[in-house]
């Protein structure tokens, strides 16, 4: 159902923020720019496997948000099932990406 | 939750820590990272980091809202709102770090 609601679009991956990195740095080796990129998606996961919340000012907010344990249920057999307490992380995006977002 | 906050700073002195660019560039080429997201997620673009996660676009229609404060209904127009979906990879590595158990498991 969200799919739909996306419907197709282009997607940049890594290899092609990667890619866009080095044609904007000639002056970089590759190498260094898949690093860099990995050093910085590693220091977010990271910050959040501490539970500590990364601030990017302008982009967003990472965080970790708690679910505490509950009885849930199965809903094709009704049956219930025990749901251990869980860490969900969080993106809440910042005013200025935001804002981008909607000007045309 | 959330002892410490990781900005910006701690982003760069771990690119310059571990790539070996200067701290200046470090610095730049963080902002030039962010940019480029932004750029993309801006003309609609959906961006995948393998084993991190996806950030996606949504379009959202008009509806009816409410001022909490006053109770006054206001139209809330149509916008595009950005959603962040973790990567399995991630949501394990947080939960093994922070309970020892990887996501929805039972312990």
């Known amino acids: ?104 | 939750m959330g002892h410490n906050t990781v900005t910006r700073a701690q982003l760069s002195e771990a690119v310059y820590q571990e790539v070996g660019l200067s701290r200046n560039e470090s610095a730049e080429l963080v902002e030039v990272i962010l940019n480029e997201i932004s750029d993309a997620l801006a003309r609609g673009e959906m961006v995948k980091i393998s084993s991190f996660g996806s950030f996606s676009v949504r379009q959202k229609g008009q509806r009816i809202g409410r001022n909490p404060k006053t109770g006054e209904e206001v139209p809330i127009l149509p916008r595009r709102v950005l959603v962040f979906r973790a990567s399995h990879v991630l949501k394990n590595r947080i939960n093994q770090a922070l309970s020892g158990a990887p996501a929805g498991e039972a312990a």
Not at chain 1, 46 to 67: H, I, N, P, Q, T
Request: glycine share 6%.
């Open chain 1, 1 to 104: 159902m969200p799919k739909s609601r996306e419907g197709a679009v282009n997607a940049m991956t890594k290899s092609e923020l990667i890619l866009r990195l080095s044609q904007l740095n000639p002056h970089l080796y590759q190498r260094d720019i898949e690093r860099l990129v990995s050093t910085i998606f590693d220091e977010i996961a990271e910050a959040l496997a501490r539970g500590d919340r990364v601030e990017l000012r302008g982009f967003g907010a990472f965080s970790v948000k708690r679910r505490d344990a509950r009885t849930g249920r199965n809903p094709r057999t009704g049956e219930s099932v025990q749901v251990t307490r869980k860490y969900i992380p969080f993106f809440k995006t910042g005013k200025q990406l935001r804002e981008r977002l909607n000007t045309q």
